[in-house]
């Protein structure tokens, strides 16, 4: 039975809630988690829960604050002091999210192992008769982690409260879960989601925010694994379900293969750029900045006369990228993955989405103008005078024909070069979930290959850059002439992937994607509506990085 310990004491909606001499934090009395499930400790729990959630670091709100929160839902693991609890939070603009968290009492040496491996996970101290213990996310504890794996290699059920938790595995699970014990442990990458690694074999991944119905990455994940049996991404293993009275059946969790790697393609092209800067730095500056990306022309980079290599990993990554498109666009019965015609309504829709981009992207640029200095300030000026011609170049994609711009097909739909790993001179690719603050309907929508592409031209320009500001704060008199040399590092590296990804897919399925020009068309449109996101974000957050995406928008001026 739950209570409070008195001395002193106040009230808190008819509970006692016991305060010690040196913490204003509420010491629960408890005699274990099915005391929080239910009035008055689950008041008690929503209460703690948004104070706690904010501070979470895959928690996607932070910049709202939580009204209110309500449990809708709980279901507790048998034999393990811990439960699952499902929340609604409204928030003070009047937006609504569900998510769920497990919470578990831990006391002992448990409780001081998470006190020191990770103290951001405990929610409250508790009293429970076997002395003081802790209220903590509980993931952190091994039998948890544990229960979850068995749920999908059982196919196994957990009944909550109005539903159930349904595991699934799928035909590759025995073989790459092989036999014998897999410890698991909390991953250190994900943000807005947990992962568990089991052994060196499987990774979970917890999908924290939950929305009715089945999560791209699971769906996305199941189609290149068993149907077009792409061997390029982690494979899908299993899933699990939140089947409930309140929704369509939910993602709660994907099981996909653990990949050998040596590192994400961001992180090891940031790198790579780091020696580039360092071979050319003393070099006079390039008489030549190359051709920008595109697929009008093929022109050889001037680069390769420096013997830079990381042209060559652009080309793998860009035929890696064109056989994705080429395995999500496979002949299937199954509607949600069959390629289809781009229609007049598809490009009103894309040139509708791309305008609305324009006119948020320049009313934060122009509010934001003044804090800008130098070369940013003088992009941004240009940017702001242009208006109607990026708008034009917006409204442009509706009037034309949609028999010229190839086909619809799902699509990774957040691509860049964090989205890769490096995994012994190839590349995996990884998290097909989409951008996580677009709804559920937005990311299963098909669209475009390019829209990908897109991503990953704009992302090789955000390395090239990221790299020459680090690099410009150590050793600012060679600025101005690396500046030359990112320029045409980005044009180089751009080409090389097109120019591959372009070979790739005529060699297959030449239609997937427009012939040119039209193919030029619009993937301009779709890197203009990436650099006017990326300039937004940028005036929100960092300042110091505007001048990347007004580059962008400045050349495809």
């Known amino acids: 039975m739950l209570q409070d310990d008195a001395a002193p004491t106040k009230k808190?909606?008819?509970?006692?809630?016991?305060?010690?001499?040196?913490?204003?934090?509420?010491?629960?009395?408890?005699?274990?988690?099915?005391?929080?499930?239910?009035?008055?400790g689950l008041e008690i729990v929503q209460k703690l829960l948004i104070t706690y959630l904010p501070h979470q670091r895959w928690f996607g709100a932070k910049s709202r604050t939580i009204k209110e929160l309500e449990v809708f839902d709980s279901a507790s693991f048998p034999g393990i002091d811990a439960a699952l609890f499902f929340l609604q939070l409204t928030y003070d603009d009047g937006s609504k999210d569900v998510y769920h968290v497990g919470l578990a009492i831990s006391g002992g040496e448990e409780a001081e192992r998470i006190r020191a491996s990770d103290p951001?996970?405990?929610?409250?101290?508790?009293?429970?008769?076997?002395?003081?213990?802790?209220?903590?996310?509980?993931?952190?504890?091994?039998?948890?982690?544990?229960?979850?794996?068995?749920?999908?290699?059982?196919?196994?059920?957990?009944?909550?409260r109005s539903g159930a938790l349904q595991g699934h595995r799928s035909s590759a699970f025995?073989?790459?879960r092989g036999v014998g014990p897999l410890p698991g442990r909390i991953g250190s990458a994900e943000q807005s989601n947990t992962s568990i690694l089991y052994g060196s074999k499987l990774i979970m991944k917890l999908f924290r925010r939950l929305q009715p119905g089945e999560n791209p990455d699971t769906e996305i994940g199941r189609f290149l694994t068993e149907t077009a049996h792409f061997t390029r991404i982690a494979p899908f293993v299993g899933a699990i379900t939140l089947n409930s009275?309140?929704?369509?059946?939910?993602?709660?969790?994907?099981?996909?293969?653990?990949?050998?790697?040596?590192?994400?393609?961001?992180?090891?092209?940031?790198?790579?750029?780091?020696?580039?800067?360092?071979s050319v730095a003393s070099l006079p500056s390039p008489p030549d900045l190359g051709a920008a990306p595109t697929f009008l022309r093929e022109k050889e980079s001037l680069a390769r006369e420096c013997g830079y290599p990381y042209l060559d990993a652009a080309a793998l990554l860009g035929r890696r990228t064109a056989e994705m498109h080429l395995a999500l666009s496979t002949p299937t019965d199954n509607p949600a993955f069959t390629a289809e015609p781009f229609t007049s309504e598809d490009l009103v829709a894309d040139a509708g989405r791309i305008e609305t981009q324009i006119l948020l992207s320049l009313g934060a640029l122009e509010r934001g103008l003044f804090r800008l200095t130098g070369v940013a300030a003088d992009r941004g000026t240009l940017v702001l005078n242009r208006k109607n011609d990026l708008l034009s170049r917006a409204r442009a994609i509706a009037s034309a024909s949609p028999t010229d711009f190839g086909q619809r097909i799902r699509i990774h739909g957040d691509y860049h070069l964090g989205q890769v790993l490096r995994c012994r001179g190839d590349y995996t690719i990884l998290d097909f979930e989409g951008e996580p603050a677009r709804t559920?309907?937005?990311?299963?929508?098909?669209?475009?290959?390019?829209?990908d592409?897109?991503?990953?031209?704009?992302?090789?320009?955000?390395?090239?850059?990221?790299?020459?500001?680090?690099?410009?704060?150590?050793?600012?008199?060679?600025?101005?002439?690396?500046?030359?040399?990112?320029?045409?590092?980005?044009?180089?590296?751009?080409?090389?992937?097109?120019?591959?990804?372009r070979i790739a897919i005529d060699a297959t399925n030449p239609q997937l994607i427009p012939q040119p020009p039209r193919a030029q068309h619009l993937l301009d449109a779709y890197?203009?509506?990436?650099?006017?996101?990326?300039?937004?974000?940028?005036?929100?957050?960092?300042?110091g990085w505007?001048?990347?995406?007004?580059?962008?928008?400045?050349?495809?001026?």
């Open 453 to 501: 592409v897109a991503g990953m031209l704009r992302s090789f320009s955000y390395a090239a850059y990221a790299v020459l500001n680090d690099y410009a704060q150590h050793r600012g008199d060679e600025a101005k002439n690396l500046e030359l040399w990112a320029g045409l590092w980005q044009n180089a590296v751009s080409t090389e992937f097109l120019r591959a990804y």
């Open 527 to 543: 890197l203009l509506e990436k650099a006017l996101y990326e300039l937004l974000y940028e005036l929100d957050n960092r300042q």
């Open 245 to 278: 009275e309140r929704s369509e059946p939910t993602t709660f969790a994907m099981l996909q293969g653990l990949v050998e790697n040596e590192g994400d393609g961001w992180r090891w092209t940031l790198d790579e750029l780091s020696h580039y800067y360092d």
């Open 12 to 40: 808190r909606r008819g509970l006692k809630v016991s305060e010690t001499s040196n913490t204003a934090d509420p010491v629960l009395k408890v005699a274990g988690i099915e005391d929080l499930m239910a009035a008055p």
């Open 440 to 451: 559920l309907a937005e990311r299963r929508a098909k669209q475009s290959a390019l829209k």
């Open 174 to 176: 025995a073989a790459i």
């Open 120 to 160: 951001a996970s405990i929610v409250a101290t508790v009293s429970t008769p076997a002395g003081a213990a802790i209220l903590h996310d509980a993931v952190a504890r091994e039998a948890v982690r544990q229960a979850a794996l068995n749920l999908i290699e059982t196919n196994g059920e957990l009944r909550t």
């Open 546 to 557: 505007v001048g990347i995406p007004l580059a962008g928008i400045v050349t495809l001026l």
